[in-house]
């Protein structure tokens, strides 16, 4: 996203944010899975948690009828996610105390 690439990780995830709860787009397309992903991982790198689960709410909303096996998707790659960076934290947490 060009926002996220000149530093501007903030107005790209408010962005993000509006497409996901605006009243005109309620028709779930597979292009709203990667706009989730994509809005996952700002969440995860902001450390917005809020963000992510008021985001997740927006998805479900959107896509529990038309498609219910991506919102299990999305949840499925944001403990992914999730994980991936508590071993990094972890990992670099135990370098930093050696």
Do not use: F
């Amino acid at each position: 996203m060009e926002l996220e690439s000149i530093n501007q990780s903030e107005a790209a995830l408010s962005l993000l944010h509006e497409v996901l709860s605006s009243r005109r787009h309620r028709t779930w397309s597979p292009t709203y899975e990667q706009i989730m992903m994509t809005y996952l991982n700002l969440c995860l790198k902001l450390h917005k948690s809020r963000e992510a689960k008021d985001g997740l709410h927006q998805y479900r909303n959107l896509s529990q009828s038309q498609a219910p096996g991506s919102l299990e998707k999305v949840i499925r790659y944001l403990m992914e996610q999730a994980e991936l960076k508590c071993a990094e934290a972890t990992k670099n947490a135990d370098s930093i105390a050696e």
